[in-house]
C-alpha cells in the first residue's frame, strides 16, 4: 500500500507542476526561432515512463512528459525542441542532427536528461 501510495502522490505531484508550465507557448516560441512548423497539438501526459517525448508526424500530435515538469525550463525547451523538429525529420539521421545542434543547450541538456533517467524514479 505504501508504494501505491508513494507512486499515486508523485504522480499528482508531477501533474500540479506541469500545469504551471505552458505547452503550447513554449512550442509557439520555439517554432519562431528555429523556423519549424507548429504542432497540431501539444500536451503533458503522464503515460511515458521510458521517453522524455513523442511525436505522431501523421496528425502532428507531440506529447511530452510530466517527468519533466521538474525539470529546468532549458531541459524542457529542449524536449519540446526534439519533438518539433520530428515534424520536419522523422529519424534520428544526420539532418535531424544538424537542425538540432542549433539549440545552444543541447548538450547540457542532453546530461541533465542522462542524469535525471538514472537518478529519479520512472513511477
Same mark, same amino acid.
Given at each position: 500500500?505504501? @508504494?501505491? $501510495?508513494?507512486?499515486l502522490?508523485?504522480?499528482?505531484? !508531477?501533474?500540479? =507542476?506541469? @500545469?504551471?508550465?505552458?505547452?503550447?507557448?513554449?512550442?509557439?516560441?520555439?517554432?519562431?526561432?528555429? @523556423?519549424?512548423?507548429?504542432?497540431?497539438?501539444? !500536451?503533458?501526459?503522464?503515460?511515458?515512463? #521510458?521517453?522524455?517525448?513523442?511525436?505522431?508526424?501523421?496528425? !502532428?500530435?507531440?506529447?511530452?512528459?510530466?517527468? &519533466?515538469?521538474?525539470?529546468?525550463p532549458? $531541459?524542457?525547451?529542449? $524536449?519540446?525542441?526534439?519533438? &518539433?523538429t #520530428?515534424?520536419? @525529420?522523422?529519424?534520428?539521421?544526420?539532418?535531424?542532427?544538424?537542425?538540432?545542434?542549433?539549440?545552444? &543547450?543541447?548538450? =547540457?541538456?542532453?546530461?541533465?536528461? &542522462?542524469?535525471?533517467?538514472?537518478?529519479?524514479?520512472?513511477?
Open positions: 500500500v505504501d @508504494e501505491h $501510495v508513494a507512486s502522490s508523485a504522480r499528482i505531484e !508531477r501533474q500540479i =507542476r506541469s @500545469e504551471h508550465i505552458d505547452l503550447t507557448d513554449r512550442a509557439d516560441r520555439l517554432c519562431a526561432e528555429f @523556423e519549424l512548423p507548429p504542432p497540431a497539438s501539444i !500536451r503533458w501526459v503522464s503515460n511515458q515512463h #521510458h521517453r522524455w517525448g513523442s511525436c505522431t508526424a501523421a496528425d !502532428r500530435t507531440i506529447r511530452i512528459s510530466d517527468r &519533466l515538469a521538474q525539470a529546468p532549458f $531541459v524542457v525547451d529542449y $524536449v519540446v525542441l526534439h519533438e &518539433l #520530428h515534424l520536419v @525529420e522523422a529519424n534520428h539521421g544526420a539532418r535531424f542532427s544538424q537542425l538540432m545542434e542549433r539549440y545552444p &543547450l543541447g548538450e =547540457r541538456a542532453e546530461g541533465y536528461l &542522462l542524469a535525471l533517467a538514472h537518478l529519479a524514479p520512472s513511477s
